[in-house]
């Protein structure tokens, strides 16, 4: 069953270091792992490591309804995709961050 209409497919696929964002923009950079002084300490250094000038409304902190867990959430201006795989890639080998998102 087909109509008159063409079809198009588009190729969605990225090549190397290809984005869909348009930098410099404003991200959310969302970290979660169990609750402790050292999760906050650790997220705020790795994210001070690759920017600069934080808002000072920023960094939000939400624990789980049991308290077990916090997930953070930083809001940077990001300037390159570099930049954003260099953030993930120190956040993901924190020994205190369970997901990086």
Not at 17 to 26: A, H, K, N, V, W
Request: a negative charge; one cysteine or more.
């Amino acid at each position: 069953m087909t109509d008159d209409k063409e079809i198009r497919l588009h190729d969605l696929t990225l090549k190397e270091g290809e984005t869909l964002l348009e930098f410099p923009c404003e991200f959310p950079v969302k970290a979660m792992g169990l609750s402790c002084d050292e999760l906050e300490i650790a997220v705020l250094e790795i994210i001070n490591r690759h920017v600069e000038n934080l808002a000072e409304n920023a960094l939000k902190i939400k624990p789980s309804k049991t308290g077990k867990y916090t997930a953070i959430t930083i809001t940077i201006t990001a300037h390159s995709k570099a930049q954003l795989d260099a953030i993930y890639i120190d956040l993901s080998a924190c020994e205190h961050v369970s997901i990086a998102l």
